[in-house]
């Protein structure tokens, strides 16, 4: 198993890898650890640090090649690396894939999961997205580029693109897989009480787990789950802050049409204002989490493919 399959072996399992320094961090939900993967993580090390730090651009963003191929301008994807794995595998031989992401954001996230008391400043969308545009531009100077993000990742995309259009760059495609903008959210009473209860739990969860001396790298699962209600409230506040300028490219708009009981999106995910180009909207019968996962992600690449191709032609 190279070390491609074997971080998306760890994610599949819900394990965690994070790159700091010359160590690596491993967030695990509880019972998940065994002592074998551990053992197996420990013998990777130096393959697995080989391989996050190869794309450290002036130590603000990773970027980690995950496909090669020349039909069309590389694709860059926003906020992530394991998480576009498998769409990179059905893109090798066709362009160039890779993932990127921003340690400080996974630095703040687990310091303030230690200690509520401890302030910092996470960045907004514009600030993400300009040193994603500065990593872009160092690892592939010149486009065109093709970019793509997974929800909070796909409104960062769409600010990359608008920002290197601004610097004279051509963006070829933009890809936004169920992107949405927190105004076409909407939630009916039974809806409201379900995001009301879950802010609750949630704020319960802090408070509990902050005077806890335990930490992520020990594997408590509630940790974990404070880490990622810490990120989602930051992510949407960014989002509600976030406003969009127009953008005139080409857009792929790929919508999960599976959704939580009484939460309704608005149609174009609130995008209808900003989209000035060529749009081709897409519904995968799927949920939010399992759009990049098989079997739809096949579906997804298939036809995010022949619009690339068919352009590329």
């Not at 190279?2 to 967030?27: A, Q, Y």
């Not at 995001?195 to 969860?205: A, D, F, R």
């Not at 519904?283 to 690339?308: C, F, M, N, W």
Request: net charge negative; hydrophobic share 40%; with cysteine.
């Amino acid at each position: 198993m190279n070390t491609v399959s074997f971080i998306k072996h760890l994610d599949d399992l819900g394990i965690e890898i994070i790159p700091d320094g010359d160590t690596l961090r491993c967030n695990a939900p509880k019972n998940v650890m065994t002592e074998s993967i551990a053992e197996e993580i420990k013998d990777r090390k130096e393959s697995l640090l080989r391989f996050f730090q190869a794309g450290v651009i002036g130590n603000k963003v990773s970027i980690v090649k995950l496909a090669s191929g020349s039909k069309a301008p590389p694709l860059f994807c926003c906020h992530g690396v394991n998480l576009y794995a498998e769409l990179a595998a059905h893109l090798e031989g066709v362009q160039d894939v890779y993932g990127m992401f921003i340690p400080s954001e996974e630095e703040n996230l687990l310091q303030v999961s230690q200690d509520e008391a401890i302030q910092v400043k996470f960045l907004s969308v514009a600030e993400q997205a300009a040193q994603y545009v500065e990593a872009i531009r160092k690892a592939v100077p010149n486009g065109p580029y093709c970019l793509t993000g997974l929800s909070y990742g796909g409104i960062i995309a769409y600010e990359v693109a608008i920002q290197l259009v601004a610097a004279q760059e051509t963006v070829h495609e933009l890809l936004l897989i169920d992107s949405v903008l927190p105004r076409a959210v909407k939630t009916d009473r039974v809806g409201r009480l379900k995001v009301q209860l879950k802010h609750m739990l949630n704020s319960k969860l802090i408070k509990k787990v902050a005077g806890s001396p335990k930490t992520a790298e020990h594997g408590d699962q509630q940790v974990l789950d404070k880490i990622h209600a810490i990120r989602g409230d930051a992510y949407w506040e960014a989002s509600k802050q976030y406003h969009p300028k127009s953008f005139a490219g080409e857009i792929t708009f790929f919508n999960a049409t599976v959704r939580y009981p009484g939460v309704m999106i608005e149609e174009g995910g609130g995008w209808g204002d900003y989209f000035k180009g060529d749009v081709g909207y897409f519904d995968i019968e799927e949920d939010h989490l399992g759009i990049l996962k098989e079997p739809t992600v096949s579906r997804l690449a298939l036809i995010y493919k022949q619009r690339l191709l068919n352009k590329s032609s």
